[in-house]
């Protein structure tokens, strides 16, 4: 309140009816019971009020999209399901992976019957040479051969490696512990690259904050690091929060995102609302007076005071 109120008590409640009444009508109605207390100067702190809702921190939250195009072959969970660290989440067929691991397969192979048959003719002309039917140029050019066939098996293998890493990626595994959040595709879905076509969501529950929407008039009135308290219907128990960062307004913009950080270990999961109350502005030696001791009439606020034995009615101006 910032108008100083000098009188000695206020009356919490009082009579609605102020008309005169006979003798037998006032011994036939029983007095109202009302309850005095006095005014203190003391401090009062201000909150600003939000709605918000409960969202999975950015590294909590992993979207699967496929590495190429391709077909979905499965999908190993639905919204709802828990989930481990390295579960299998989706698996692909790429036509285009089908159709290299084949050419490659069959040129491995190739190399292969070439370097046994490199042996085979190394072999055969070392022993023409131990019996002198075969020159040193011959053997020479059955090792180059065998040298030759080698290092084409092991090109071909590289190849082949460095596909089986790419095929690796034909499956999806979940990165950390979870929850699926959201399944956006059904197995035998045809699906691209694109960041926003996602497979699955999985979030892990215990890594949550909560995204509150705070009027751009009152986002000013409390900095970061200011403390809170969240409550939803499902647990009238406060959830202590603290201010992590406020976004700075746009132009036009009615409302600001601020960011908010559980203190404790919560139960709430993404999605959930809530609303935030976020101490605010404090104001020192200040008029305090209880809550239900205010009453409305039209546009005015008044308090009643209690003179003597009776209650006069005094228009005053709330502050915080």
């Given at each position: ?30 007095p109202i ?25 950015p590294?909590a ?17 639905a ?5 481990k660290?390295?579960d299998?989440?989706v698996r ?9 691991g084949?050419?490659r397969a ?10 046994q ?9 070392q ?5 002198g ?5 011959e ?11 080698e ?12 596909a ?29 690259t ?6 699955i ?7 949550v904050?909560?995204?509150a ?8 009135r ?5 403390s809170?308290?969240g ?34 270990a ?24 209880p809550a239900?001791?205010?009453v ?9 005071v ?11 101006v709330?502050?915080?």
């Open positions: 309140m910032r108008r100083r109120l000098t009188c000695a008590s206020l009356l919490f409640a009082v009579c609605a009816g102020c008309g005169r009444s006979t003798p037998r009508e006032s011994e036939a109605e029983p019971p009302v309850a005095v207390e006095a005014v203190q100067l003391g401090a009062i702190r201000a909150v600003v009020s939000a709605t918000a809702v409960v969202v999975a921190l590294d939250d992993f979207a699967a999209v496929a590495p190429d195009e391709g077909r979905i072959v499965e999908i190993t969970k919204a709802g399901d828990k989930v660290a390295g299998v989440l692909f067929e790429f036509p285009s992976l089908r159709a290299e084949t050419v069959a040129a491995v192979r190739r190399a292969e019957l070439r370097l048959r490199a042996k085979e003719a190394q072999a055969r002309v022993k023409l040479l131990a019996i039917a075969a020159s040193r140029r053997v020479d050019e059955a090792d180059q051969e065998v040298n030759d066939a290092a084409e098996v092991q090109q071909y293998a590289a190849a082949q490696a460095a089986d890493a790419i095929g690796q990626r034909t499956t999806i595994r979940a990165p950390f512990d979870g929850v699926v959040a959201e399944r956006l595709h059904n197995p035998g879905d045809l699906v691209g694109s960041t926003s076509d996602v497979i969501r999985v979030i892990d529950p215990r890594q904050e909560v995204l929407s705070v009027r751009v008039a009152d986002a000013g409390f900095a970061d690091g200011s809170a308290r409550v939803t219907t499902s647990r009238p128990t406060p959830e202590a929060l603290r201010v992590i960062s406020r976004t700075q307004p746009e132009g036009g913009a009615t409302a600001v995102p601020v960011r908010l950080a559980f203190l404790e919560t139960a709430l999961t993404p999605g959930m609302e809530l609303g935030v109350e976020i101490d605010a502005e404090q104001r020192s030696n200040v008029p305090l007076v239900i001791a205010v409305k009439d039209g546009g005015n606020t008044f308090v009643f209690a003179s003597g034995t009776q209650a006069r009615k005094r228009q005053v709330l502050g915080v």
